[in-house]
DNA sequence: CAATAAGCGAGACGGTACGTCTAGTCTTATA
DNA sequence: TATAAGACTAGACGTACCGTCTCGCTTATTG
């Protein structure tokens, strides 16, 4: 690993290493331990390089993890109800599955960690206010509930059942949500 | 503190005290460190005690959490598929807004540290089958996803969207799974 | 290992596996721990039978390494000093280095614990006395130094350099101090 | 107590102030027990920094210990044999005395903890090297016996016997060991 | 011969220390 | 002046061992 010096200015590629260093220490199937020392060792880092630009071990960690969770999974569907609500599910669904790791690192922290509940809860408005825009396009009065029960499902796959949030359980879903929805 | 001695039989006493000075420890508003000694100091315990008998610290922070949440909550309705359920809703609901916060530590816990995880998978795990038993009794078909649908909204709100579980959730949610349901 | 109960008299047996177990742990050579617990499990013994009888595990030790030492050495020559010596001091190298475990594990005992200390202090006095004794016989004159001199080397060879207590030294050591005797 | 901290190399000063912490504590004549937390907290130091150090708490003892008793003992007498054996003696024993304590300790921790075994050995190696030096240097042959009976008998009234260390046992020793050496 | 007394094997217990691990701070030397 | 390196303080973790305690059993002794 060789990266150019910066002289006094912040090293962005450094920057770069800690987040991508953190990520594959989060998501490394071995299950290896998330330490300071471990993921400056991963980034060729010394240790005050990271406390100097994060405060904590979990402001790293999470900022690693909402890198990795940007990607928006908004998908339209064939421009009915239960189209555009499977394709919004089935979308969503195989997401999760992907970022399995980041999301339940990062709700879990979110449980003990103010400031990790807060840029999660952030995360999780944007992902409920789009689901409720595609219901209200569709005409649905009060989708507030069924939009909890989407993301009810999705999570409480990913933290508690661990069951897989495979294709098929989301076009069923969607098919259980239209039966409900009232228009 | 004193305790009677069992001999070479376990001492349900000094496990029950553990389980107190655990909980205690965790709901401290002081916000103590829930550490292992602290909880043998507290408990009036050697640490060894408590190693015997847990595999960790999560271990013990568990039992201590799920046992406060051990209330079963399986009341009965008026015997139709709607009243039941309403039922059944409304006082997981309120069981779940008790335990708020031993119910998030454990499950953050469980994200991180894989004997949380089983512990908390076996507590879910039998509610579910709780939820399950009384739909089949009511003829449901296939009640995977309502069971889980309930389930998701009510952890939904205690992880991410800390939204409060009130009564009135509970029957609007109770309605909207009864008109799911196919019989 | 079965061993008959003995009612409410002290058990025989049972103190004898115990300061049998005690003595091969200490002479392990493959320097397993001497605990209290490996003393009772190996003697099959429950530790209560242990403390009943012993007030430590110090104690127990003692008891077995000054059983094992007891063995007494002194062996005489052809009646001239130089034989005489000679011989005695091949049979202590020999029985020393044949005890060896037992003596450096008790004089290490002895410089922390006081019981120990009295006890090897009163086993040294007696095989000093017997040296003393057969000096004097032959009528040398202050044997003082030279009784230090002889068991300084042995047990510096026990405890320090760790050099073997071979014939061929006894042999050795004999000529010279015979040389230095005043007769 | 302050101590400025020297960055990425060792901190000589947090050495010293460990091997002090371990003196007193082994010195202490209210019989403070000898922990590693207690060195650790009365040299103002972290555990981790003992143990980066030194593989055991008896390898801070016996550095503790040996650093005391490090004062070189080698005094030369008037070029004659008898001289300087009696005055190397004389001031061995002398040396010895003062450090009773320390080295009966040393000595005793060295019977069973193999580390400690290892540095005491290296220590008295070093002492009977300068002591056959000595010997050689006046033409004396075969010198190794004559060195093990010296300090032998120094070993044996401080571990066994507990007689003292005098100048006139020093002296008469001196004049022994002249007698027997062959030149 | 029943009742009692004590020794025994087992093993849980309170306590204390060990040696390891990690978070976050600090200093040096380099670029 | 930012950085890599890595030593440092602090303190929790899980393990090992000591000496105490109780249980349930067995065998002698006593009444």
New interface residues.
């Given amino acids: 690993m060789h990266r150019e010096h910066t002289g006094r200015r912040r090293n962005e590629a450094a920057r770069q290493d800690i987040l991508d260093a953190a990520a594959a220490l989060i998501a490394d199937p071995a299950g290896a331990a998330v330490t300071v020392d471990a993921i400056a060792a991963r980034a060729g880092v010394g240790k005050q390089t990271i406390y100097r630009w994060w405060p904590s071990k979990y402001a790293v960690m999470l900022d690693a993890l909402l890198e990795r969770a940007r990607a928006d999974v908004v998908e339209t569907g064939d421009g009915t109800l239960a189209g555009d609500l499977t394709a919004f599910l089935v979308s969503s669904f195989a997401g999760a599955e992907r970022g399995r790791a980041f999301l ?2 990062a ?6 960690e103010p400031a990790a ?1 807060e840029m ?2 952030q995360f ?2 944007r992902r ?1 206010e789009a689901l409720r825009g595609l219901l209200e396009r569709h005409g649905v009065t009060d989708p507030g ?2 939009v ?2 989407a ?7 990913l ?4 069951e897989p949030l495979d294709r098929g ?1 989301a076009e ?2 969607a098919v ?2 239209t ?2 929805a009232v228009i």
Same sequence: chains 1, 2, 3, 4.
């Fill in positions: 339940t690192t709700a879990g922290l979110a449980q003990s509940r999660l809860e999780t408005r409920r509930l069924l909890e029960q993301y009810g499902v999705l999570w409480y796959r933290m508690l059942s661990h359980s069923r879903l259980l949500l039966r409900q």
